[in-house]
């Protein structure tokens, strides 16, 4: 059996459930060819189809624009080729489609929270929001305006999109900083971004006066938690949501019932828990 998946990059956080995904063909005997769209949807369904073209016998899709997913549903169904998304859930998902991964809107809440909670349920909050072509950053985003808005003494002053990335996060940061916003918690909708945030801080002295949360837990959040710099992250199991994928693929292919959504779900990580999640 071969699986074709193709994702839309591959950082840190997406390697790990490429790893995932890896892991878990070896152990069912599953052959499975991994290939990046480099952010470019279009490119993304030119994979699609080479894989419809060359036989396979499922599709995983980790999709670069949510809202633009349909084409590459279309395909892989006119083709009777079972397809399961992961990680990033398509604004219209067919029946007969799968979806595994985790609910974004309760990343943001459960990071939002946890910091709200840091810094005495006061204080001026900027967002570094993900790709907003992403369910995902739209949702994680959500989360953390909903917490904001249950607080009398907390409002959001900035909110701009770093699509992800720690550079973004870094240069968005200093922007900020040099504009001279008052800003004392910093909810990024991924660890990239909350670390690019975290180094223009080091930058400019500011560190010790600003909160910074995450989502993800990768390896280089977890060393900034430990070293202090890094107040809060949300662990999302990406070798759980690859693995998942790959079951679901198997399971479509061989005729077994498939739940809509497979929910893979996410955890609060502080410095009081970091050591489980490493």
């Avoid at 599709?59 to 892989?76: L, N, Q, R, S, Y």
């Amino acid at each position: 059996m071969k699986i074709g998946v193709t994702f839309p990059i591959l950082d840190q956080f997406l390697q790990n459930v490429a790893d995932g995904i890896e892991a878990r063909a070896e152990e069912a005997g599953v052959e499975v060819t991994i290939v990046s769209a480099q952010e470019k949807a279009d490119t993304q369904l030119g994979q699609v189809e080479n894989f419809i073209s060359q036989g396979v016998q499922g599709i995983i899709v980790i999709p670069v624009d949510t809202d633009a997913a349909g084409p590459m549903t279309e395909k892989a169904m006119d083709a009777d080729i079972p397809l399961a998304y992961v990680n990033r859930r398509p604004a219209d998902l067919p029946a007969g489609v799968p979806y595994v991964g985790s609910d974004s809107l309760v990343s943001g809440i459960l990071e939002m929270e946890a910091l709200a909670e840091l810094a005495g349920g006061k204080g001026k909050v900027g967002i570094l929001q993900g790709d907003p072509a992403n369910e995902a950053a739209r949702l994680r985003t959500q989360g953390c305006k909903d917490v904001v808005a249950e607080y009398p003494d907390m409002e959001v002053v900035r909110e701009q999109a770093g699509n992800w990335y720690r550079e973004k996060g870094l240069q968005i940061t200093e922007n900020w900083i040099q504009s001279g916003d008052e800003i004392d918690i910093i909810c990024a909708n991924n660890d990239e971004m909350a670390l690019g945030a975290i180094q223009a801080l080091k930058n400019a002295d500011m560190l010790d006066d600003v909160l910074v949360g995450g989502v993800d837990a990768t390896a280089d959040a977890l060393a900034a938690m430990e070293a202090g710099e890094l107040e809060v992250t949300v662990f999302q199991d990406a070798a759980g949501q690859g693995a998942g994928g790959v079951d679901a693929i198997i399971n479509m292919y061989n005729g077994d019932e498939t739940p809509a959504v497979i929910d893979v779900p996410y955890q609060l990580v502080t410095p009081e828990n970091m050591a489980d999640f490493k």
